[in-house]
Structures are given as C-alpha cells and as structure tokens.
C-alpha cells in the first residue's frame, strides 16, 4: 500500500491517466517531426510551380535583363560554379591541414591549442554577413582587391573552413590507433604515418564532410553582397574581374517588384536546389560506398 | 654507438630512442600544418580588426550614449540620428518568433530522434533533417515572402506585404534541425543505466523522457537553445527579404522592421564612400552584432563542454 502510494507520489498519476497522455505526448512528437518536412515539401512544390516555365536554354545562357523573358543566369551559374572550385582548392587544403595538425600533432595540455579550439568552434557560429564586413573593410576597400570573384571565393573559403575542420577532424579521429601504433613500429616517422595510412583511411570522411561544406557556402548571399557580387555582368567572371553567383542573383530578382521577377527567382531556385541536392546525394554516396567500419 | 657503449660496459648510459640526425622535413610538415591552423586564428582577429577600428573613429563623431540609448535610428537622413534602439528591438523581435517556433519543436524532434525512433527511422530522419539545414537562407526568404505571407493573409492575419511574422515563423522552422542536433546529441550522452532504472520503477516513456532524460541533458539543451537565439540574431537574407522596412520600435509582429543585419546588409551593398559616417556605421552595428553574438557563442560552447564532462 505505502509502495503503491509512494510510486504514485513519485510519478504523478494513476496508470489511466498515463495512458492517454502518453499516447498525446507521442502525436505531440510526430507533429513537431512532420512541421520542418511539411514546409520543405510545400517549398519544393510552391517553387517548382512558379520556376518551372521559365527553366529554358535562355535561363542558363544568358545574362539577366531589365525583360523577364530574354533574362537568364548563365554568368551567375558560371561564378557559382567557378566558386566551387576555388573554394574546393583553398578551403579543403587548409581545412584538411588544420584537422591534421590538431588531431596528429598538437599537445591538448597547451593552453595555445585550446584557445584554437574554441576560436573554432566560435567562428562556425559567426553570422555570416560578419564575414562579409571582413571582406568589404580587407579585401574590397583595405588591400583595394576591389569587387572581384577572387574577393568573393576568400570570403566563402574562412566561412566554410571551420565546417570543413570539424567534418576532417572527425574522420581523422575515426581512423584506430592501432594503425598507428603498427605503422610506427615498422619504424615510419610521423609523417609517413600520417601520410600513407591516416589520410588515406580518413579521406572518405573528409570528402564527404567537405562537400556538404561546400553545399553551404554555395547557397550562401549575405557575405557575398558585401563584397560586391550584386553588379550586372554580362560575360564569363575572371578571377579579378567583376562577378555575380546564383544566390546573389536569386535575391536580385526577389528585389524587384514585378511578379515576373519573382518567377525568374524561382527558376533560379530550382537550379540553385538541383546543384545542392546533387552535391548532397554525391556525398552520401562517397560515404556509404567508401567509409569503413573499424 | 649507444649499444656499444653498453657492451664496453664502462658507463652504462641510457639507451637513447630519438633518431639520430633531426628529420627536418618532419618539422616544416610540421610547421605547415600549424600555419593552416593559424588561418583561422587570423580570421578571428581580423575580424576583430576590421570591426573595431572603424567602430572607434564611429564612435569618436557619435556619443557612445547617444547610440545604445537613441530609440531614433536615421543615419542617412538629414540631421543624422544615430540611436541603435530600434534595430536593437527589431532584431530581438523577430529572434522572438524564431524561437517560438524552434525551441520547442526542435526540443520535442530530440526527444523522438532519442528516445522514441527506432533505428532504422532515425537513420532515415537525421539526414532528411540536414537537408532541411541545408537550404540557403534566400531560399527560405523567397518562400517568407512569396507563399507564407499570402496564405497568413488568405487565412485572416492582417500582416503587410514585409513582416517580422512571416520571417520569423519561417525561421523558426529553418533552425528546428540546429536545436534538435545538438540536443539529442545531449540526451544521447545520458547513460542507459537511468532509463533502465526508472523503468524499473514502473515509469512509462513519457515520463522517463521528460522527467529522467530532459533534466538529465539540460545543458546540452540550453547550449542548443542559445545557439538557435545567436543564429536568429545573426540570419540575413530571411529578414532582408520577408520584412525588411523602416526603422522602427515595434512589438507588433504585423509589421515591417529593420534588423542590425538588414541595415548591414542593405547598406553596405551600396557602393557607401570609404571614410564616410555611413560606412563607419556599417562596423558599429557589425560590431555590436558580433559582441552579442560571440557572448552567446561561448555560453554555448561552455554548456555543450559540460554535458561532454558529465557523461563521455
């Protein structure tokens, strides 16, 4: 009796209660589960819908026009894609080296390699149009770089670098310290145990979380109209020449009042998607096929 | 030559296990590595940098006091107005409705991914979710303004074309994925013998979720909670987009606002001379959004450090 009670006591209420409001409870955490997917799958429609008619060989060819018919994203295409790629040559390197140098070779007791750690982490929570008032006040105005796609991939390769470190660290740690230990009394030096067993072990886990990096920086705008990449441009961006990207021009049609606009910014949308889902599924892809379990 | 000195046996040294000749391409790999990792180092303090010296020259033309205390924020008009107050509480309003929405789905998406899934389905839903995180903020912007806002107006709310509602609903939703990782990373970390031991004593799922595992990870779920707020604070493009308007002091979420974030970004698009108040204005703001921000920040980082010592 005083066991039954004292249960009771502990627990709130009698078992029919209990039933009910479990089962409440339970749909309370299906719903909150379907919101995000309801509205991801509304998006997906809505947008389709509206972008769909304006997805012709004009769109990915030509440069945008003050006539919503002949207007296209060909040159904001090409800059987002040209941003891929040198955001691939800078920021996978530095990021990959840094993970390297934090999981191989930096002493945690250090208080300098904490510090580090924690200026990381901090960083990958800096909005990111603070890294867009870095570039106007450094790259823009300070050296005089000017509005330049090369202004605009830097500016991309520090916001992605600490997504990038956390995704290598990640694999890198993933890799056994038996490896390690067995390279090493074969008498390799640090290096040739980095090198030749850790990196190739743990480059499935870099890849993927690289990618998935760079689908971010790719959908990112805010830094980018700092840094100057609302400017009309009509021909193929060069590394110190003027350029737009694709999420720049998206919020560019969005910013006009005509509806028509507003359509082309769907279209945009629609191909903006496309490139991500692309890069996510390849991603997916390289893990399952290439990571291993250990 | 050490093991000879040994065999001589006349003083017996130490074995020495360090290689004889330094390797020199061991430390300039070395030393490379740790020059990638200062990049990010000098990103931190160039931002600092780049903030705080025009944000002095700001605040040697304009009063400290006028700024923070001003509720009057005009500062391409004619006389100047310099008061932050309105982006101040335009930000936090839509922080507001952000979190509306997102701290209690994400905390109850945690609680099912945790406790609830099986693992096949949680498989299945935690990616879906980073898809969900992965959407380009433009994107969510476009559909604040293009799809939600008219169906709030279908449906009877008096909202305008541009208003903190619709972005920050929408919002809200693009940040559940942030809440719900960091927190089921929490309730995850919560060892197995406390559910088994509530269990034992008769408790039913619900009970052992709110009542054992919840309390248990709080602190991995306020480190979610604050990171959620600092995002909010920090979004761009969704406020620039669905409710962007003038500078004004309001708690009405029917209407339009400027954000520290919009003023950044709207102005600093613009081709603003170099040296001119505006273009100081610019590091004023900024740096008063990265102070309040990276404050955040670190509470986060601490919280998540805590439940990380507890348990693993």
Redesign the interface.
């Known amino acids: 009796m005083s066991v039954a009670r004292a249960?009771e006591g502990?627990?709130?209420h009698g078992p029919r209660g209990?039933?009910v409001?479990?089962t409440l409870?339970?749909i309370?955490?299906?719903?909150?589960?379907s919101?995000?997917?309801i509205?991801?799958f509304?998006?997906v429609i809505?947008?389709v819908q509206?972008g769909v008619g304006y997805l012709d060989p004009i769109f990915f060819t030509e440069p945008t026009s003050t006539d919503p018919d002949k207007a296209g994203a060909g040159p904001a295409i090409r800059g987002t894609i040209y941003l891929m790629v040198l955001l691939l040559v800078m920021a996978v390197?530095?990021?990959?080296?840094?993970a390297?140098?934090?999981e191989e070779?930096?002493n945690r007791g250090r208080w300098y390699n904490r510090l580090?750690e924690?200026?990381?982490?901090?960083?990958a929570?800096?909005?990111?149009?603070?890294?867009?008032?870095?570039g106007?006040?450094?790259l823009v105005?300070?050296i005089g770089l000017g509005r330049v796609l090369l202004a605009g991939a830097l500016i991309l390769t520090?916001l992605v670098?600490?997504t990038v470190?956390v995704a290598s660290r990640e694999a890198i740690r993933a890799v056994p310290d038996s490896i390690r230990q067995g390279a090493y009394a074969l008498g390799a030096?640090?290096?040739q145990v980095?090198r030749r067993q850790v990196l190739p072990a743990a480059i499935p886990g870099i890849a993927t979380g690289s990618i998935?990096a760079l689908?971010?920086a790719?959908?990112?705008?805010?830094p980018l109209?700092?840094v100057?990449a609302?400017t009309y441009v009509a021909v193929n961006p060069t590394l110190l020449g003027s350029f737009t990207a694709l999420?720049v021009q998206?919020?560019q049609w969005?910013?006009r009042p005509q509806d028509e606009f507003?359509l082309l910014?769907?279209a945009g949308?629609i191909v903006?998607?496309a490139i991500?889902l692309t890069m996510?599924a390849f991603a997916?892809w390289l893990r399952n096929r290439y990571q291993r379990r250990w | 030559m050490a093991t000879q000195d040994i065999s001589v046996g006349a003083q017996p040294e130490p074995i020495r296990l360090r290689a004889e000749g330094r390797?020199w391409?061991?430390a300039v790999?070395?030393t490379?590595?740790?020059?990638?990792?200062l990049?990010?180092?000098a990103?931190?303090v160039?931002?600092i940098l780049?903030?705080v010296e025009?944000s002095i020259e700001f605040f040697q033309e304009v009063s400290i006091v006028d700024f923070f205390s001003g509720d009057r924020w005009a500062p391409l008009f004619e006389p100047a107005s310099f008061g932050v107050q309105p982006l101040l509480v335009g930000t936090l309003v839509v922080t507001f409705w952000a979190c509306l929405v997102a701290l209690?789905?994400g905390l109850?998406?945690a609680?099912?991914l945790s406790e609830?899934a099986r693992p096949r389905v949680r498989r299945i839903?935690k990616?879906?979710?980073?898809?969900?995180a992965?959407?380009?903020?433009?994107?969510?912007?476009?559909?604040a303004?293009?799809?939600f806002t008219p169906l709030l107006q279908d449906i009877g709310v008096d909202v305008g074309t541009f208003n903190v509602l619709s972005a920050g609903l929408?919002m809200g939703?693009m940040l559940?994925?942030t809440v719900a990782s960091i927190s089921e990373d929490a309730m995850s970390a919560v060892p197995q013998e406390l559910r088994d031991g509530a269990y034992g004593?008769?408790?039913?799922?619900?009970?052992v979720?709110?009542r054992i595992v919840v309390p248990a990870a709080v602190s991995g779920i306020i480190a979610s909670y604050v990171?959620a707020f600092?995002?909010a604070?920090?979004?761009?493009?969704i406020v620039?987009?669905a409710c962007a308007g003038i500078a004004q002091i309001t708690l009405d979420p029917r209407d339009s606002v400027q954000t520290m974030?919009v003023f950044?970004?709207a102005t600093?698009?613009g081709d603003v001379p170099?040296g001119s108040i505006e273009y100081k204005t610019?590091?004023a703001v900024?740096l008063t959004?990265?102070v309040i921000?990276?404050a955040m920040?670190?509470v986060?980082?601490r919280l998540v450090r805590k439940f990380r010592e507890i348990y693993e």
């Open positions: 249960h502990a627990l709130g209990a039933k409001r479990g409870f339970y309370l955490l299906l719903v909150s589960v919101v995000g997917f509205l991801l509304t998006l809505d947008v509206k390197p530095i990021g990959v080296g840094t390297l140098y934090l070779y930096a580090l924690v200026n990381i982490q901090n960083l929570a800096v909005p990111s149009i603070v890294y867009g008032i870095l106007l006040a450094f105005r300070g520090l670098l600490p470190i030096t640090q290096w980095v998935l689908a971010r790719i959908g990112e705008t805010a109209l700092l100057g609302l999420p998206i919020y969005i910013a507003r910014a769907a949308i903006l998607l991500l996510n997916i | 390797r391409s061991e790999v070395k490379v590595l740790a020059l990638c990792a990049v990010s180092v990103t931190t160039g931002i780049a903030l025009p209690p789905l109850c998406v609680i099912y609830y839903l990616p879906a979710l980073e898809v969900l992965g959407i380009p903020t433009v994107v969510f912007g476009f559909f303004l293009t799809f929408v939703v559940i994925p004593l008769g408790a039913s799922r619900l009970q979720s709110t990171l600092s995002r604070v920090g979004e761009t493009m620039l987009i974030t950044i970004g600093g698009l170099t610019i590091f900024g959004l990265f921000t990276f920040n670190m986060s980082i």
